[in-house]
């Protein structure tokens, strides 16, 4: 499925928790022999999606080859880490016949989608397709506003802001540069207020961008690979069209690389800066209610993003993994897996790391 003799590669980008390993797990499975790649990018010191993946026991994970780049920001580290890497897997004697890259949900996809304009990718490589997910529930309950006008009051109220926060200009970012919106997490909102977070979406992508909903990312893989659109010529269109201030001080720069390695988003303000991630290690708890109950509280605390990891539960010999997004906490035994218990919390710089190691029975963290 090359397009011309260039290999498509699939951009999956979207919020923390919104849905992006679930939606790639469901692709990898029915893809029907073919040979993807798979590229993640976790923010963070655990690569923690890609081990999941990698222990994949699933005989029709069909991921030919995952590849992790744990040393943070996509956006930062394109040259250092992204770039090599895509010519680690294009140089290979039976290359991959279609590229999925899950971004970490922290990262900007448009530097990505610019690193396709390298020299050394360009004549080889091309996107298939920028794929957004959102968690439909969460905006159904309005926990990220995309409500320009509800925006622009919050921050009149309040003086400390004196920008719009990157989380609001990052979620804007993922949704200006989609070719394909997922609206998944449809499950668990009402078809009402999904037709209402579909009508606030679609004001905020670019017209021929499709929007379509979902349960844990399930989708027909064409409906997510052989889009064709070639964003990486198309960088124009998929800028922000709310235009912050911060652009406008620095203009739009959407020249192709020239080989020199500077980091094109310099005229971004680095978003992940206003996120961290520990890994802590905890303690066995008495049993997985119990633990639950605790990431629950956690994930409550002022900050807190994301929990995810693997926790040792009493008299149980499997590891109890738990995904935690907003109000919701996933959890279940992997046989297996390996048992030491860890977890990763993603948050906004700032948060309050002792009350969280508290809750959690964290002494320390992980080097
Ligand atoms: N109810 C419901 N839960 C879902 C759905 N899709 C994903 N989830 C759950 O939401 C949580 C987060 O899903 P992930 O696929 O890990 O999300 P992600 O976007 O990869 O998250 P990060 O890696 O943190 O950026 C997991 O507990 C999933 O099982 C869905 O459609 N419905």
Do not use: Y
Not at 38 to 43: A, P
Not at 68 to 77: H, K, P, V
């Amino acid at each position: 499925m090359t397009i011309g003799q260039k290999i498509p590669a699939t951009i999956v980008t979207g919020f923390l928790g919104a849905g992006k390993t679930t939606l790639i797990r469901n692709l990898l499975k029915n893809a029907d022999g073919r040979r993807i790649a798979l590229i993640v990018n976790e923010f963070g010191d655990m690569g923690f999606d890609g081990s999941l993946m990698n222990g994949c026991a699933d005989p029709d994970c069909a991921a030919e080859e995952v590849v992790e780049l744990t040393n943070g920001c996509i956006c930062c580290t394109v040259a250092d880490d992204f770039l090599p890497t895509m010519e680690m897997l294009l140089a290979r004697d039976n290359p991959p016949e279609h590229i999925v890259i899950e971004t970490s949900g922290l990262a900007l996809p448009q530097p990505l989608v610019r690193a396709f304009s390298w020299p050394s990718v360009k004549t080889k490589v091309t996107v298939d397709g920028v794929v957004t997910v959102l968690d439909a529930a969460a905006l159904a309950e309005g926990r990220i506003a995309l409500d320009e006008a509800a925006l622009e009051a919050q921050r009149a109220a309040d003086d400390a802001l004196d920008h719009e926060s990157p989380v609001e200009e990052l979620f804007h970012d993922q949704l200006t540069c989609a070719d394909l919106v997922v609206l998944n997490k449809a499950d668990l909102i009402s078809s009402d207020a999904l037709a209402k977070v579909r009508a606030k979406i679609s004001a905020d992508v670019r017209d021929s961008v499709h929007i379509v909903s979902s349960e844990k990312g399930t989708l027909p893989i064409e409906v997510l690979l052989g889009r064709q659109s070639a964003a990486e010529h198309d960088m124009a269109a998929r800028h922000e069209h709310h235009h912050h201030d911060h652009d406008d001080d620095h203009g739009h720069d959407e020249h192709e690389h020239d080989g020199d390695h500077d980091h094109d988003d310099e005229h971004h303000h680095h978003h992940h800066d206003d996120f961290e991630s520990h890994v802590l290690p905890v303690s066995a708890f008495a049993s997985l209610k119990a633990a639950e109950a605790k990431v629950l509280e956690a994930m409550a605390l002022k900050g807190v993003l994301r929990i995810k990891g693997a926790l040792v539960i009493d008299g149980k010999a499997a590891p109890a993994m738990v995904q935690a997004v907003g109000p919701r906490v996933e959890t279940w035994f992997a046989a297996g897996a390996e048992s030491s218990g860890r977890l990763v919390v993603i948050g906004l710089k700032g948060l309050d790391l002792e009350d969280v190691k508290t809750l959690l029975g964290s002494t320390a963290e992980a080097a």
